[in-house]
């Protein structure tokens, strides 16, 4: 695929549109707020195939506003239920909704992401209600209830 100056170098890597943004070029994660030091690593290692200031003018909109505020359980793919998981490692936790995700996230993955932010990010279904004694869903049983297929 021949590289035009106006294509969008994330879109012709094949880069996500939401979630972290990552280096076109090496798929370096960028863990900061956003494109964080995008030009430092660029000009770092990827002044050879395309100035800085070429590639960072070639970014589409979508890609170029990385929005570190996407609920991080969509991305990951963690499903909505009444079993809470960390985002980030999967961990099951075992309290009531997310009891002790603070804990963990602050040890674990804080330096990831604040875990203001990372609670910040959650959307209403992933987050839930903070009272675990809300309204279960329509369809939410006891764990003893599970039949076999
Ligand atoms: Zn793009
Ligand atoms: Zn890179
Ligand atoms: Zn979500
Ligand atoms: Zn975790």
Not at 119 to 127: D, K, M, T, V
Request: aromatic residues 8%; glycine residues 8%.
């Amino acid at each position: 695929m021949p590289l035009s100056s106006s294509a969008c170098l994330a879109c012709l890597r094949g880069i996500p549109k939401r979630g972290r943004p990552r280096c076109p070029e090496c798929s370096h994660v960028f863990r900061g707020a956003g494109w964080d030091g995008v030009d430092a690593h660029w000009r770092a290692r990827h002044t050879e195939v395309m100035a800085y200031e070429m590639f960072w003018g070639s970014l589409c909109d979508a890609h170029r506003a990385a929005d570190p505020l996407d609920c991080l359980a969509c991305r990951k793919g963690i499903p909505v239920s009444q079993t809470r998981q960390c985002p980030e490692c999967a961990l099951v936790l075992k309290g009531k909704g997310w009891a002790g995700i603070e804990a963990h996230w602050k040890a674990n993955h804080a330096d990831l992401l604040t875990y203001e932010d990372f609670w910040a990010s959650l959307c209403p279904a992933h987050r839930g209600d903070d009272d675990p004694t809300g309204l279960l869903p329509f369809d939410a049983r006891p764990p003893r209830a599970r039949r076999r297929g």
